[in-house]
């Protein structure tokens, strides 16, 4: 069993996901974890005493195997986490993601430019393994004004879809919006313009 074979084991083995692993030139080693995603559960956040566990159960861990490093940092994936899985995408679905597509999409009649990479919107399921992300390309709303009808149907008509599939990303992020308000549910059925 390789050490990361054995990390992996140890950070399940303590209730938490390995979300990764990476390793740099200096020494750092840096372990990434996370909360088990459970449908339907309230979301759990990884703390400061969760991180605390693991980096115990790692240095114990990396003494008895020899593992070589100089610092080992534990922390959570944070607001701009990475999506790797389908599993993210369905835990993060009608959550705002940034994208990043391996080649321009290349449709010209869209309203898109052809040479467009980059887009954030809301993740929707379209199908088993097919994704997309909605957004608007009107200005947003500001809070408090009321939208009157012709801003309305201007907001509509500025809705625009994308879909996708693995093999067209290169990255997909949670967008790292904060509100210093707290954390709202999710408003399933409702697309914010942003």
Same mark, same amino acid.
């Given at each position: 069993?390789?050490?990361?074979?054995?990390?992996?084991?140890?950070?399940?083995?303590?209730?938490? *996901?390995?979300?990764?692993?990476?390793?740099?030139?200096?020494?750092?080693?840096?372990?990434?974890? *996370?909360?088990?995603?459970?449908?339907?559960?309230?979301?759990?956040?990884?703390?400061?005493?969760?991180?605390?566990?693991?980096?115990?159960?790692?240095?114990?861990?990396?003494?008895?195997?020899?593992?070589?490093?100089?610092?080992?940092?534990?922390?959570?994936?944070?607001i701009d986490r990475l999506l790797?899985?389908?599993? *993210?995408? #369905?835990?993060?679905?009608?959550?705002?993601?940034?994208?990043?597509?391996?080649?321009?999409?290349?449709?010209? *009649?869209?309203?898109?430019?052809?040479?467009?990479k980059k887009f954030r919107g #809301?993740?929707?399921?379209? #199908?088993?393994?097919?994704?997309?992300?909605?957004?608007?390309?009107?200005?947003?709303?500001?809070?408090?004004?009321?939208?009157?009808?012709?801003?309305?149907?201007?907001?509509?008509?500025?809705?625009?879809?994308?879909?996708?599939?693995?093999?067209?990303?290169?990255?997909?992020?949670?967008?790292?919006?904060?509100?210093?308000?707290?954390?709202?549910?999710?408003?399933?059925?409702?697309?914010?313009?942003?």
């Amino acid at each position: 069993m390789s050490w990361q074979d054995a990390v992996k084991t140890s950070v399940t083995g303590l209730g938490y *996901d390995l979300v990764e692993i990476e390793r740099s030139a200096a020494g750092l080693l840096r372990i990434t974890i *996370d909360m088990p995603y459970v449908p339907g559960q309230p979301e759990q956040l990884v703390t400061v005493e969760d991180c605390e566990i693991v980096t115990k159960q790692l240095q114990f861990l990396f003494e008895v195997e020899n593992v070589d490093y100089h610092r080992l940092e534990v922390g959570s994936p944070g607001i701009d986490r990475l999506l790797r899985h389908d599993a *993210d995408f #369905e835990r993060f679905a009608g959550e705002v993601i940034d994208v990043v597509l391996k080649e321009p999409i290349g449709v010209t *009649d869209s309203g898109i430019s052809a040479n467009r990479k980059k887009f954030r919107g #809301e993740l929707e399921a379209v #199908e088993p393994g097919k994704w997309q992300i909605v957004w608007s390309d009107a200005p947003p709303v500001k809070p408090g004004v009321k939208i009157g009808k012709k801003r309305a149907a201007a907001i509509a008509e500025a809705m625009r879809a994308l879909q996708f599939e693995w093999a067209d990303l290169r990255e997909a992020r949670l967008a790292p919006i904060v509100d210093f308000q707290g954390r709202k549910p999710k408003n399933k059925g409702t697309a914010e313009a942003n």
